[in-house]
């Protein structure tokens, strides 16, 4: 055997009995007025192993109707998904240590990479030979879908006419591996086949989807037709998308293998939309060194959209308000961005396909990678590195704040090296960088979206600091031979291991880059790869005269939350009055002090030009500097070789040089932030100057004109900020004959276009002595509005206006007296702004502008009046803008102003309806949009006191997000964000103390919390590490303080130091007979027995309409149970033992009965009787202090069994 086949049977061992080689999925059906679909899969299965009875297929919220062998053999099944019910025998505790077990538990049973899938499918033992001869099976499961709360959306919108007439459409959407919603399928990544699709729909619309178009068949009546596409290169099922609607077709004029889709009149948008995609083809072709690796093409955009794009195999599903005509300008570079993202994907993502989830974010950095070349050429340099920075710094700031974000979860083993990276015990700086977060970060349906986010994010700059590393040709060149692989492995036919080259391992990569490159990587991936956290650097210098020598110091603190620790070169660049200079330090400790010196020496009253880095040579007023001194300003990590944050101190003179003088965007933003921390005029001047400075780039210019406002009001007493701000407006965009009138609106320039809006954004926000707006500013803006002229400009003026609107919002400050409902009461100021906002809202329903940005504008200038004390405090208006039927950002803005209500007034009345919103709302993007405002404006936080924090809202949340969230696995994990926000990890303390809430040691006098309140040790060790105490139980505890339980004769003073030991012990007492990190999949939840079917079942499977009922087709098993053998989701779950916790006194009375019903209450004890029991068999002494101590015992018994019959 070949070196090549060893690696790739060692590198592709698949977890299941099973290979699958083809698949068949046929749609017969699509009912818009139900919003159901019916139809059929077959799947070509080869065995593995002999002697395998058993096929486990994934399938959520399907019925199933029949399963069939070779068409030959019925096939009995069941259906068993714990995910429908995380936390099923949880009744008390409500905290996210246990749910996070609980939820990982339930998501790995079902998991397909671990050989585990909802439907169980018995083979018959007449079709048991081809398994053990190991031939191929063909598995036929008929299902339907009706009404499906996920993975497939219906828009009908509600008028007269037929479905195609109002534009009624569907499609498919989710997460990885959420196929699963609307087909039978094996879904993971790492089973790529063959695909044949058949979708049968009325003759007007239009089914798109994967593959190649093959044929379209009319039925004899013409009323329906069915579409045929063929995969003949083999891809996963969660590649596999589907769009169904009266779309409008456009094939690409410059490339007719791609076909671009619409809704009906939105034709003229999709051409001027669509015309830049073969651009990003020929840049992605000629950088890869191949070709697009499918036939064809196909851009879908539709409406209500889980996501603004969404790439599968040949398909992008794109929202459909992502089309624009030629006169916008704002939404372009959004667009743009999307689609060049979508097509990287195709051949990082849908062609080559993640082996496993620990592997996916090479897919992901390497698909956002390409697209940051493809930008950095359309849109420049100082584009791509200012985007860049803004991911670095969003990354920086979401560790600090959460926590790590690890890459690669898994243990893995680079080359060359004998140790495995990612076991063991977590250090303390493993912990703080990322092992202490309130959710699972092995599972894409574990994760939280904003952490999702943020890997995306990471595995970019993870994979631009290996361009760093090895260079930009070489990592391109290990893109060409993955994908050359890839091909070549596409085209054979099919065997156990034919395919393993279309899948991406992380280990695999590795050994590419280091056989490519040369060079040794392992150190820096073990840093960004298997760990967590970023690497803050806070630095100063000192220049020592004498010697001519900078004294640098760079000091580091890993011990905080989301800081790592770093070791290894670091880059210095010193600009000197002789050019600029770069230095390696080398960083060993928390604390570096280095000693550079210095290439020039202090200039006194001598003239020269100054070389910058780029070669230029500019002239320099020296008079601000040190003249002892020849450093102009001094730069950590220029380049941005790691994922860090540099806090550097240095005088206010050497921020005005670099934004003066520095080429790089990156630096001079840098410079004008710290300048905010140096209100001066000097200061006020270098800002004034950069602002005015055609030839800055744009973005620069228009952070300057935000920090200049707050250096304004820092000198309100010395400068007047507004009347120099309009000024500077005036000097730019006056007419050049008289400048004090503002010209006619010309956006061909669109830098200048992009300042235009800033600048009465930042105006606005310039207060007077009296923390007031200027009545200068307040008529300057009214005039900016009331003379805008846009009808000689070819672009579009709406995001213009909107600008303006929000400048008038700015400019609102609190009311001095109660408000009235008078208009007549209020400020004359105060009437301008309300005039003008309800005029444009008034304009904008005659004329509506693209995207209503208008109208968004003026929703939140009315919630700004609101709060500010101007307009009476109602939620009335939002609410009716908030409906569903109104434009998606409208609603948005509505919603955002309601939310932002609840934390200003406190009302619960809109946080339940707030909550309704996110239960049922119709569109998913909504649910979830409403749910991550509410994360980043809270009505309340975590441990303070507030009157929405009630018991009712954590019943609520709790059953949403353990019951309510099945299919939607994005809006579970919004949920537990939420929940993590308003109540910690802990047991919420606003939760009423239970039934023997406290116990009672007689003996030492002493009272301790009862252990079924304490989360279970060894699930919080699961996840946090050995020996590691919940660093929010004593929050649980201060609240039973609260309620007045506080205990006489020193009892309160012993309690906490009882608590840290019942935590640290294993629980016993209060333990169901499930543990709780098992989510209740052992056999004593699941009962072995065929017959022990629960008659309330959730969920039930319909009999064939041919055949009679047998004993699989009858009912499926309700959450959480099975019906044949059970499958055991983890080696580490065991089962408290049931005799142990019988022999007890009392215990096994309260013990449910083994039904159905999964609802077993939990099994307590008493504390004190253990200890005393223990002091009596230990204890020899006189007899008659035996029988008095046994007369103890006695009563403390019969105490503690009227205690349990109480409970």
């Given at each position: 055997m070949s070196r090549g086949a060893k690696r790739q049977d060692r590198s592709f061992e698949s977890p299941r009995d099973f290979r699958l080689s083809h698949q068949i999925l046929c749609i017969t059906g699509v009912n818009f007025s139900r919003k159901s679909i019916i139809g059929y899969v077959e799947l070509h299965l080869l065995p593995l192993r002999s002697n395998v009875n058993r096929i486990k297929i994934n399938s959520k919220q399907c019925r199933i109707y029949r399963a069939c062998i070779n068409e030959v053999w019925e096939a009995s099944f069941l259906y068993s998904d714990p995910t429908l019910a995380v936390c099923q025998n949880e009744a008390k505790q409500h905290d996210l240590n246990y749910f996070s077990a609980c939820h990982y538990d339930a998501v790995s049973f079902v998991d397909p990479d671990k050989g585990n899938g909802e439907l169980n499918i018995k083979i018959p033992q007449d079709a048991m030979y081809l398994v053990n001869e190991q031939k191929m099976l063909r598995v036929s499961i008929e299902f339907s879908l009706e009404r499906p709360s996920g993975g497939m959306h219906f828009v009908v919108p509600e008028m007269e006419g037929s479905m195609a007439e109002r534009g009624a459409h569907m499609f498919t959407y989710g997460i990885e591996n959420a196929c699963r919603l609307w087909f039978p399928c094996i879904d993971s990544y790492s089973e790529p086949c063959t695909w044949k699709l058949e979708f049968t729909v009325d003759a007007a619309m239009i089914a798109v989807s994967c593959g190649d178009l093959i044929e379209t068949v009319y039925t004899p009546d013409m009323k329906k037709k069915t579409f045929h596409y063929v995969l003949n290169l083999p891809t996963s099922a969660a590649n596999i998308a589907l769009a169904v609607g009266p779309f409008e077709v456009l094939v690409d004029p410059y490339m007719p293998e791609v076909t671009h889709f619409c809704l009906p009149k939105l034709m003229p948008l999709l051409e001027h939309t669509t015309e830049y995609l073969h651009q990003a083809f020929d840049f992605l072709e000629e950088s890869l060194g191949t070709r697009y690796p499918f036939s064809y093409y196909k851009q879908v955009f539709v409406d209500e959209a889980f996501v603004d794009a969404a790439a599968y195999m040949s398909v992008t599903i794109f929202n459909t308000n992502l089309l624009h005509s030629s006169r916008i300008i704002d939404q372009t570079f959004l667009t743009r961005r999307l689609m060049a993202q979508a097509l990287a994907e195709q051949f990082f993502g849908c062609f080559i396909n993640p082996e496993t989830w620990s592997d996916a974010w090479l897919t992901k950095g390497i698909s956002k990678y390409l697209t940051g070349l493809l930008l950095k050429k359309t849109f420049g340099v100082n584009e791509y590195r200012y985007h860049i920075n803004r991911e670095l710094t969003d990354l920086c700031n979401y560790e600090q704040e959460i926590g790590g974000v690890v890459l690669h979860t898994d243990p893995i083993q680079l080359p060359g090296v004998k140790e495995i990276i990612g076991t063991g015990n977590p250090t303390v700086d493993e912990v703080n960088t990322g092992n202490n977060l309130y959710f699972p970060n092995k599972h894409p349906h574990t994760i939280s979206w904003k952490y999702m986010e943020m890997r995306e994010i990471k595995a970019h700059l993870v994979m631009r600091l290996i361009e760093l590393k090895i260079g930009q040709d070489l990592i391109l060149q290990v893109f060409n031979k993955l994908l050359s692989l890839a091909t070549q492995a596409a085209t054979q036919k099919f065997l156990y291991d034919t395919w393993s080259n279309m899948l991406i391992s992380t280990l695999g990569f590795l050994k590419l880059l280091s056989t490519v490159s040369g060079k040794d990587l392992n150190a820096f991936l073990d840093q960004w790869l298997c760990r967590g956290g970023i690497v803050q650097f806070q630095g100063s210098f000192h220049f020592n005269r004498k010697r001519n020598v900078v004294e640098l110091e760079l000091r580091q603190d890993p011990g905080r939350t989301g800081i790592a620790r770093y070791v290894g070169p670091l880059q210095v660049t010193i600009q000197e009055l002789d050019g600029s200079f770069t230095h390696t330090l080398q960083v060993e400790d928390n604390l570096t002090k280095g000693e550079i010196t210095c290439h020039s020496k202090s200039r006194r009253h001598k003239k020269k030009k100054i070389p910058l880095i780029n070669g230029e040579e500019v002239d320099m007023d020296l008079s601000a500097m040190d003249a002892d001194s020849p450093v102009l300003w001094i730069r950590v990590d220029t380049e941005m070789t790691l994922l860090r944050q540099v806090i550097f101190q240095q005088p206010d003179y050497q921020w005005q040089y670099q934004l003066r003088y520095e080429r790089d965007i990156v630096a001079q933003i840098e410079a004008i932030q710290n300048l905010e921390n140096f209100a001066s005029q000097p200061s006020v001047g270098t800002l004034t100057e950069t602002i005015e400075n055609d030839q800055c780039f744009y973005r620069v210019r228009m952070t300057a004109a935000h920090s200049l406002t707050k250096i304004a009001n820092g000198l309100v007493a010395s400068y007047s900020g507004h009347t120099a701000m309009i000024a500077i407006f005036k000097r730019l965009f006056g007419a050049y004959s008289c400048p004090d009138i503002v010209r006619q609106n010309k956006f061909s320039n669109f830098q200048s276009y992009f300042l235009q809006k800033t600048i009465p954004v930042a105006l606005a926000k310039i207060r007077n002595a009296h923390g007031l707006c200027p009545k200068e500013s307040l008529a300057f803006l009214v005039e900016l509005i009331k003379y805008n002229d846009n009808n000689r400009n070819k672009f579009s003026d709406n995001y213009y206006r909107a600008a303006l609107i929000d400048a008038l919002t700015g400019t609102v400050t609190p009311a001095v007296a109660m408000v009235s409902t008078s208009t007549e009461s209020l400020t004359p100021e105060t009437k301008v702004v309300l005039e003008e906002v309800t005029r444009c809202l008034n304009l904008e329903k005659l004329l509506p502008c693209y995207h209503h940005t208008?109208?968004?504008?003026?929703?939140?200038?009315?919630?700004?009046?609101?709060?500010?004390?101007?307009?009476p405090s109602d939620p009335t208006l939002f609410q009716t803008y908030a409906q569903y039927g109104h434009f998606m950002e409208i609603r948005l803005a509505a919603l955002e102003a309601l939310v932002d209500y609840v934390k200003v007034e406190t009302n619960a009345d809109i946080l339940s309806w707030l909550l309704d919103i996110v239960e049922q709302d119709p569109v998913p993007t909504v649910r979830h949009t409403v749910l991550h405002m509410l994360i980043r404006n809270p009505p309340?936080?975590?441990?303070?006191?507030?009157?929405?924090?009630?018991?009712?809202l954590v019943e609520r949340l709790w059953t949403f997000i353990n019951s309510g969230t099945s299919h939607d696995s994005r809006l579970?994990?919004?949920?537990?964000?939420?929940?993590?926000?308003?109540?910690?990890?802990?047991?919420?303390?606003?939760?009423p103390i239970p039934e023997l809430g406290m116990v009672l040691n007689l003996k030492e006098r002493k009272t301790t919390l009862n252990p079924a309140l304490i989360p279970d040790s060894e699930s919080y060790e699961k996840w946090y590490g050995k020996g590691k105490k919940n660093p929010e139980f004593h929050s649980s505890f201060s609240s039973f303080r609260q309620h007045g339980l506080e205990t006489a004769g020193g009892a309160d003073e012993g309690m906490m130091s009882d608590l840290d030991s019942s935590f640290d012990r294993k629980r016993h007492s209060s333990s169901p007979i499930i543990s709780p990190g098992s989510t209740s999949m052992q056999s004593s939840s699941y009962p072995e027995r065929e017959g022990d079917v629960s008659i309330d079942s959730k969920i039930r499977v319909l009999s064939?309409?041919?055949?009679?009922?047998?004993?699989?087709?009858?009912?499926?098993?309700?959450?959480?149970?099975?019906?044949?053998?059970?499958?055991?989701?983890?080696?580490?779950?065991?089962?408290e033992p049931v005799d142990s916790l019988q022999s007890d006194g009392g215990t096994s009375s309260r013990?449910?009965?083994?039904?159905?019903?999964?609802?077993?209450?939990?099994?307590?004890?008493?504390d004190s009787k253990q200890s005393l029991s223990s002091d009596t068999s230990k204890t020899q002494k006189k007899k008659k202090k035996k029988e008095k101590h046994k007369h103890k015992k006695h009563k403390h018994e019969k105490g503690d069994k009227s205690s349990s019959s109480t409970h």
């Open positions: 208008v109208t968004v504008a003026c929703l939140k200038a009315i919630l700004t009046l609101q709060k500010n004390g101007h307009l309340f936080k975590h441990k303070e006191q507030s009157a929405l924090s009630t018991d009712a579970r994990c919004d949920a537990v964000d939420f929940y993590y926000v308003l109540f910690g990890k802990s047991r919420p303390s606003c939760l064939s309409p041919v055949d009679d009922y047998n004993e699989s087709q009858t009912l499926m098993s309700p959450p959480g149970q099975e019906m044949l053998s059970p499958s055991t989701p983890s080696s580490n779950i065991k089962e013990l449910a009965s083994d039904t159905g019903d999964s609802n077993r209450p939990g099994l307590h004890r008493n």
